[in-house]
C-alpha cells in the first residue's frame, strides 16, 4: 500500500539548483557596472588630486579660503540634518496620520524638489526672498539663504523614508499601550520612534549627501562671498573657472573622504537600531 501510495503521489520535486555560473555573471556586472560608474571616476579623481605631488595637494587641502567653505558646507549640512529630521518626521506623521481637505495636494507637492532643476530652485528662491521679493524679505547672499536652499532640495528625503514605515507600522501595539494607560508621548517614545529611527536615518544620510554636493540651488542664493557665504561646490567651480583643477580635485577629494565616513558612522548608528529585527 506504501508503495502504491507512492506511485500515485509522484515522483518527489527535486530542489531547484541555481546555475553555478548565474553568481558569477550577475557579479561580474555588478562589479563592471560600479567600476565604470564609480570607481574609476573616483581614482580619477584621486590621481588628479595628486598630480603635482603631496605638496601640491597639502596646500590646496589646507587652503584658508577652501577650508572656510569645507567648514560652512559640513555645518550647513548638519543643520539640515537636525531640522529634516525633525520635520521630515512631522509632515511624514501628518501625511499618513491626519485626513484633511488637500492632502493629496500637500503629498504631491513634496516631491516638488525632486522634478524642478536645482538651478531653477534657486532662481525662484531668490525671487521670492531676494531684493525684489513680494514678501518684503531679502535674505539673498546669507548663509540664512543658503541654509533655506538645502532646506528645499532636501525636503522629500525624510518624508518618503519614513511614509512607507508608517503606513506599515501595526496601530495594535499603539492601542494596546493606550488600553493600559500609556500616554501619547509614551506611546511615540517607546513604541513609535524605535521603529522609525532606521527609516529617519536613512533619510537623514540621503539629505547629508545631497546637501554637500548641492551646487544649483545655492549658487545663485549664496553670492559665492568667500569666508561669508562660499560653499565648498561653489569654492569648487570658481577653482575649476580659475584653471586650477588641481585645488579643486584636492577639496574634492576631502570632501568625498569626510563624507564616506560620516555615511559610514549614520550607517553604523541605523545597523544598531535595528540590531533587535535580527
Not at 12 to 18: G, V
Not at 140 to 160: E, G, Q
Request: glycine letters at 8%; hydrophobic letters at 55%.
Amino acid at each position: 500500500m506504501a508503495a502504491d501510495a507512492g506511485a500515485l503521489a509522484g515522483p518527489t520535486p527535486r530542489t531547484a539548483k541555481r546555475p553555478l555560473g548565474a553568481p558569477l555573471v550577475t557579479g561580474g556586472i555588478a562589479v563592471t557596472y560600479l567600476s565604470l560608474v564609480v570607481l574609476l571616476p573616483l581614482a580619477a579623481l584621486a590621481a588628479r588630486a595628486h598630480e603635482g605631488g603631496w605638496h601640491d595637494f597639502w596646500v590646496g587641502a589646507t587652503n584658508t579660503q577652501a577650508l572656510a567653505a569645507l567648514k560652512l558646507t559640513l555645518a550647513l549640512a548638519c543643520g539640515v540634518v537636525l531640522v529634516n529630521a525633525v520635520t521630515g518626521t512631522v509632515i511624514a506623521w501628518v501625511l499618513v496620520r491626519d485626513s484633511f481637505p488637500g492632502k493629496s495636494l500637500l503629498n504631491a507637492v513634496i516631491d516638488l524638489p525632486f522634478a524642478l532643476p536645482t538651478i531653477v530652485a534657486g532662481l525662484t528662491l531668490l525671487a521670492l526672498y531676494g531684493p525684489r521679493g513680494p514678501l518684503g524679505v531679502n535674505i539673498a547672499y546669507t548663509r540664512a539663504a543658503v541654509l533655506l536652499a538645502l532646506l528645499f532640495v532636501t525636503l522629500p528625503f525624510v518624508v518618503r523614508t519614513v511614509q512607507p514605515v508608517l503606513l506599515e507600522l501595526d496601530r495594535d501595539m499603539e492601542e494596546a499601550a493606550a488600553s493600559l494607560g500609556a500616554g501619547k508621548v509614551a506611546i511615540f517614545r517607546r513604541i513609535v520612534f524605535p521603529n522609525l529611527l532606521p527609516a529617519i536615518l536613512s533619510g537623514v544620510a540621503l539629505a547629508f549627501a545631497r546637501a554637500i554636493g548641492e551646487f544649483g540651488a545655492v549658487v545663485l542664493l549664496s553670492g559665492n562671498l568667500p569666508f561669508k557665504t562660499e560653499v565648498a561646490s561653489v569654492f569648487i567651480f570658481s577653482q575649476l573657472n580659475a584653471d586650477n583643477t588641481n585645488g579643486a580635485a584636492a577639496l574634492s577629494l576631502e570632501l568625498l573622504g569626510i563624507s564616506f565616513l560620516v555615511l559610514i558612522g549614520i550607517g553604523a548608528l541605523r545597523r544598531w537600531a535595528i540590531r533587535h529585527d535580527r
